[in-house]
C-alpha cells in the first residue's frame, strides 16, 4: 500500500490541513535525498523525508502508512523523527530568540502589567476619595 505525500503529511498531523500540505509540496519545502517531492508522489514504508519549516528542517522516517488522520498520541507509531541535533538546535535558539526580542513596555501587557496597572488605579481611587 502506498499513500499520497499530501495526504500523509496531514495524517500525520505535519500539517493541518491537506491543502497546506500540498502547497507545501509544490513550494518544494517536501524533499526525499534531496529532491522536492509533489503531493501527488507516494510513500512506502521505510522511506525518510524532509520538511522545511522556517530555518528548520526536520527530518523523518515511516514506520506505517495511513490515509486517515491520527490523534497525536498514535503518531509515534507511524512516523519516526530523526532530526539531526544541529536541527533541533536551531529550533531552540529560534525560540529564545523570540522571547527576548520583545522590549518591555511594547506590545500587549502581560499578566504581571495587568496587575500593576490595576493596583495602580485601585490606589489612584483611594487618593482621590480622601481629598
Same mark, same amino acid.
Given at each position: ?41 507516494? =510513500? ?13 528542517? =526536520? ?60 493596583? =495602580? ?11
Amino acid at each position: 500500500m502506498d499513500v499520497r505525500v499530501d495526504k500523509y503529511l496531514f495524517a500525520m498531523r505535519i500539517y493541518k490541513t491537506r491543502a497546506m500540505a500540498a502547497d507545501a509540496c509544490k513550494k518544494g519545502r517536501i524533499t526525499m535525498n534531496g529532491v522536492p517531492l509533489k503531493p501527488s508522489r507516494t =510513500f512506502a514504508i521505510g522511506n525518510k523525508f524532509s520538511v522545511r519549516k522556517g530555518p528548520i528542517t =526536520f527530518t523523518y522516517e515511516i514506520l506505517k502508512l495511513s490515509e486517515n488522520r491520527l490523534g497525536a498520541k498514535l503518531v509515534p507509531d507511524y512516523l519516526r523523527d530523526i532530526t539531526p541535533p544541529d536541527q533541533l538546535e536551531l529550533l531552540e535558539l529560534a525560540r529564545l530568540t523570540a522571547q527576548s526580542n520583545r522590549d518591555r513596555g511594547t506590545g500587549r501587557p502581560t499578566k504581571k502589567d495587568r496587575r500593576d496597572i490595576e493596583q =495602580f488605579i485601585a490606589d489612584f481611587e483611594e487618593w482621590e476619595e480622601e481629598e
